[in-house]
């Protein structure tokens, strides 16, 4: 089973911090991706990414910015938190082939 | 307009009968039909993948997709209180990117 992991689970920060949110997956995929989720509003793409070093902007890329230095790793990076970056992130991946995404457990974020 | 529709719920059915969900779309680009469960404090996860109009059956649940509508929905016969869930439906546009319903909560009573 392809296993995409979120390298934590609830994540507490300072209003102005530099936030790093790792995600990791282990099935080689080419294709990675970051969401938020927030209620009614669903989850709403951030960024993407098909390859290493490689990024294109989502839906909502304000206020973030992405890293893929290696194939398996896609960072998510918050330049300068604020409190209405509060919200659940995923982390889906995909092969080339398509079929579908497999998603982290989330990363719920708290700005204080 | 959101691009694809669903209804957030909550719905609320007893332990045993048949869980009726729908999403609606507007572009006729979208290719590929799916839809995703969620449980609390979890990821979502792939339950049903299809990409043509009709029906398709895994167990206890049938996706259907009706393109000429822009309609596909998720049936779940004989629900159990296991199936107590988010489920998002997804579809692929053209560009390869997953577009989400915002996700109907499903509350099964025992």
Redesign the interface.
């Known amino acids: 089973d392809v296993k995409v992991t979120q390298s934590s689970r609830y994540l507490v920060k300072r209003t102005g911090e530099k936030v790093f949110l790792e995600c990791v997956q282990d099935m080689d995929h080419e294709n990675m991706f970051w969401y938020r989720q927030d209620p009614g509003l669903g989850l709403r793409l951030i960024y993407f990414s098909y390859d290493v070093k490689m990024k294109e902007k989502g839906d909502i890329p304000e206020g973030y910015s992405v890293s893929r230095e290696k194939k398996e790793r896609f960072s998510l990076i918050l330049e300068s938190a604020s409190t209405n970056q509060t919200s659940m992130y995923l982390c889906a991946s995909e092969g080339q082939g398509g079929n579908g995404y497999t998603f982290g457990s989330g990363t719920r974020l708290t700005v204080v | 307009q959101k691009e694809v529709e ?1 209804d ?1 719920g909550p719905l609320s059915v007893p332990e045993g009968a048949i869980v009726s969900l729908n999403c609606t779309y507007s572009n006729s680009a979208f290719q ?1 039909f ?1 839809w ?1 469960r969620q449980y609390s ?6 339950l049903m ?1 299809t990409y043509s109009s009709g029906n398709k059956e895994d167990g206890r649940f049938t996706a259907q997709v009706d393109k000429s509508s822009k309609y596909i929905s998720l049936f779940i016969r004989d629900s159990q209180p296991s199936d107590s869930a988010t489920y ?1 439906c ?1 579809l ?1 546009d053209s560009w ?3 577009q ?4 109907t909560q499903v509350v099964v009573t025992p």
């Not at chain 2, 404090?41 to 792939?46: A, Q, S, W, Y």
């Not at chain 2, 989400?100 to 996700?103: Q, Y």
């Open positions: 669903q957030p590929y799916m995703y404090r979890k990821g979502p996860e792939l993948y998002l997804a692929t390869g990117k997953l989400f319903g915002a996700g």
